[in-house]
């Protein structure tokens, strides 16, 4: 397994509620279907486009549940930050792609990560109706496996869980 986040940085400690793989980012799934279960404070969005765009980062706060609050910021600015683990423990953490993941996960921040939603796209092939992987997405999979990050595959909190792995080897 991977030395935990706490050993190599100091910064991270503790996890987030869920921390989300899904090219949606804030949607009701997510609102609806894991807010209600996990009732986090906030959503925190890692994304560099949705960061760079003044009216999407207001389009995610006017559809987040009331009385919780969206932070979209940008990957570069996420892993300088410095948070209390007790603002990680009440938030689900959002990122659009698989490279992001990767990136914040090999910045130190914590998993396990949930992949929830990779929709239809250019060179991919489905897996599951809410999973579709491209080579270079299925090679990442089983490097972050391989370098021990754990990787559940489940799109709402009912449906049973499946590992990377068996993923992969359908």
Known sequence: MNESSTE???RWEGSFLLFRVDDRLLHGQVTVGWGTRLEPEAYVIVDDEAAADDLSAALFSAVAPEGTHVEVTDVHAFLQNTRPSG?????????????????LLR???????????LHAHPGATPFLDYIHLNDA????LRELN???FEIEVRDLPGTPTQTVTSLLDQ
């Open 87 to 103: 603002a990680m423990e009440k938030s689900i953490l959002l990122v659009r792609s698989l490279q992001t993941a990767a990136e």
């Open 107 to 117: 910045g130190g921040v914590p998993g396990p990560v949930n992949l929830g939603g």
């Open 146 to 148: 391989a370098e021990g």
């Open 137 to 140: 997405e299925c090679a990442l």
């Open 8 to 10: 190599r940085d100091g």
